[in-house]
């Protein structure tokens, strides 16, 4: 292939790589946060039922307000929260671009605080806002009173803030997202909820503060807890003027026939699917125990994956686990790697390859 001509390409994307955890073939993923018990033969029926119908009316644009989905998911969130208080899109990457776009743009800037989800300053450079980030403590808190400081200071139009946050899983209090929201004057608080189902008992919802704050949107995805990543479902509840405000820039029947059928039909089944959940936080907290049992540093993790460390080299550790066949993360702060909750089988692979290749490049945690 020969190289672009200079200056056909908009100069901020030039020499830049597209964004992507390595998809490769190996017996034990867990690398990208996927849910891994596929859905059941009867969730398949009900989902190729609601596509076979779905089929016949092809020829047809899909319902652009997407009426019964909005209705279905308003439904699955409860708090009281209606179908003109939720919007949807091709995944909640696709929520967060149409968010950047209404309230974002040029001369308007969007915050969060590292380490966080690396997709947000790509969200940033795509809808020409200004990007600015401030930084967590040293446990992956996030100090109020220093979070608030700096928001005063730059005055950004939006905050992305997940809760549980990737790569840390480390969730957000109320008095946090409140103090943010009161001090986010003509702004909006996204709090991104990707996670949400998988946090421990006791970790609140920034769902229940939406009735408070009308600057707040919470993002979730069927993604994760729902195990519908390939479908492309993430969604938001907000203020019915703020996902109004979304139906301005949103392409033309963004979300297809195909989609909306499959969503339904798996949100019809959001308990047998959000069964798993259960099974994954108990994995994970074993998990974290048992890494902490190995000497290593674990950060308290209300998601379906942890970060762990410290490793003098982590490449070394993430591509020796790669050789026994297990996919991990090189993600977050240096030293440190991602792994996501998977199956016991799954799991007792990870622990006995961490084991080995520790054991061979005589890393140990600190
Ligand atoms: C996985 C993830 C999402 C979900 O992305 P989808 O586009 O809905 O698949 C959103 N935010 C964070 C922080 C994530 O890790």
Not at 250 to 275: D, F, M
Request: proline share 7%; aromatic share 8%; charged share 20%.
């Amino acid at each position: 292939m020969s190289p672009l001509p200079p200056g056909l390409l908009r100069e901020e994307l030039q020499d830049i790589e597209p964004y992507g955890a390595p998809q490769l073939d190996v017996p034990v993923l867990l690398n990208v946060n996927e849910n891994p018990y596929p859905p059941s033969s009867t969730v398949v029926a009900d989902i190729e039922r609601a596509v076979t119908a779905a089929a016949r009316d092809l020829n047809r644009y899909p319902d652009r307000e997407f009426v019964a989905l909005r209705e279905a998911l308003a439904a699955y969130l409860g708090h009281g929260i209606g179908p003109g208080q939720v919007w949807a899109a091709n995944g909640s990457n696709e929520v967060m671009l149409h968010l950047l776009q209404a309230f974002g743009g040029p001369g308007r800037t969007a915050l969060s605080f590292a380490p966080t989800y690396s997709m947000y300053p790509e969200y940033a450079r795509d809808t020409h806002t200004g990007w600015e980030v401030g930084h967590r403590d040293e446990d992956f808190t996030l100090d109020p009173e220093r979070a608030v400081a700096l928001v005063r200071e730059r005055r950004p139009h939006v905050v992305l803030l997940p809760s549980p946050n990737n790569p840390t899983g480390t969730a957000l209090p109320h008095h946090v997202v409140g103090a943010l929201c009161e001090v986010l004057d003509g702004g909006v608080l996204i709090v991104d909820e990707a996670y949400a189902e998988f946090r421990r008992v006791g970790t609140p919802s920034a769902l229940e503060l939406l009735p408070a704050h009308p600057n707040l949107v919470v993002t979730r995805t069927m993604s994760k807890a729902f195990a519908l990543a390939g479908a492309r479902v993430g969604y938001l509840a907000a203020a019915p003027e703020i996902c109004d405000a979304l139906r301005v820039v949103r392409l033309p029947y963004h979300l297809s026939a195909v989609t909306q059928a499959v969503a339904r039909a798996a949100l019809a089944h959001a308990e047998e699917l959000l069964g798993a959940v259960d099974r994954l936080r108990v994995e994970r907290d074993e998990t974290v125990e048992w890494l902490r049992a190995q000497g290593f540093e674990v950060a308290d993790s209300d998601a379906n994956f942890v970060l762990f460390g410290t490793f003098a080299d982590r490449h070394a550790v993430w591509q020796g686990m790669l050789d026994r066949g297990v996919l991990i993360r090189e993600t977050g702060p240096d030293g440190w790697l991602r792994v996501s909750i998977g199956t016991p089988v799954e799991m007792a692979a990870f622990r006995e390859a961490l084991t080995s290749v520790t054991s061979q490049t005589k890393e140990v945690g600190r």
